[in-house]
């Protein structure tokens, strides 16, 4: 597996106040999908393109086009929708799946409760959102799932990930036979005792939509 931090002073500026405890939803929403955008630059670099002739209105150019079947994004509920919008903007052609999972506050360990994926995802380059990476208990999982369907190139896009949780993924894929990616804005310290990340930005699903 290889992890991109993405070294850039707009990253790194939207990523502050993303941290800032008194940005309010409003804004932490418009920021992160705006930071999902510039992280998603750098993880499409090896979107699978073929070439193609276009006529200008002066000459004929060689360019190059995306090629089917589309890529896959695949956000993972709740907190990974906040990136949705961010990510198709930059792939409108890309399709959308999902994925809902949800980790135990207690034990760390990540349920699915929703999946609406194509069975079949021979071929296809997947695009994982999900703004934390804590434990990597639930990207693991996420990636082992988006595999078992045949998925052969997966790329993760998160805001924040431990040390910890890319280390744990690092050992669960490591018989992993397709390239694997993490594309992030930040690698932080560490986990404390109740698994969040320090210093991070506390509980994403929350900041974005509310305490439920
Ligand atoms: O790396 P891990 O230790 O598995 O933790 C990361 C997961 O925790 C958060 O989701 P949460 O369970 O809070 O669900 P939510 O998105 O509905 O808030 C976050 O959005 C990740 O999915
Ligand atoms: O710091 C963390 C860890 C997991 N999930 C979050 O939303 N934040
Ligand atoms: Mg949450």
Redesign the pocket.
């Known amino acids: 597996m290889k992890t991109l931090v993405v070294d850039h002073p707009l990253v790194a500026h939207k990523l502050t106040t993303l941290r800032d405890a008194t940005t309010d939803s409003p804004t932490f929403r418009r920021l992160a999908d705006e930071l999902v955008t510039l992280l998603a630059y750098e993880a499409t670099r090896d979107v699978r393109v073929a070439d193609v002739t276009v006529t200008t209105p002066v000459a004929q150019a060689e360019g190059v086009r995306l090629t089917r079947p589309q890529p896959l994004v695949v956000p ?5 929708l906040g990136m949705l919008d961010g990510m198709t903007r930059l792939l409108p052609t890309a399709e959308v799946g999902f994925l809902g ?3 135990n506050e207690g034990t ?1 360990q ?1 349920t699915t409760y929703a999946t609406r994926l194509p069975d079949d995802l021979s071929g296809r380059q997947c695009y994982v959102l ?10 693991a999982a996420a990636i082992r799932l988006l595999m078992g369907r045949g998925a052969d190139d997966v790329t993760a896009i998160c805001l924040l990930a431990a040390p910890e ?1 890319i280390a744990h993924m690092e050992e669960k894929l490591a018989d992993c036979p397709v390239p694997v990616r993490v594309v992030t804005a930040a690698v932080d310290s560490h986990l404390n005792e109740k ?1 969040f990340i320090v210093p991070g930005l506390g ?4 900041r974005l939509y509310g305490v439920v």
């Open positions: 993972i509920l709740r907190a990974g999972m949800v980790r760390l990540a999900d703004p934390m990476l804590a434990t990597g208990g639930t990207l949780g698994g509980d994403a699903g929350d």
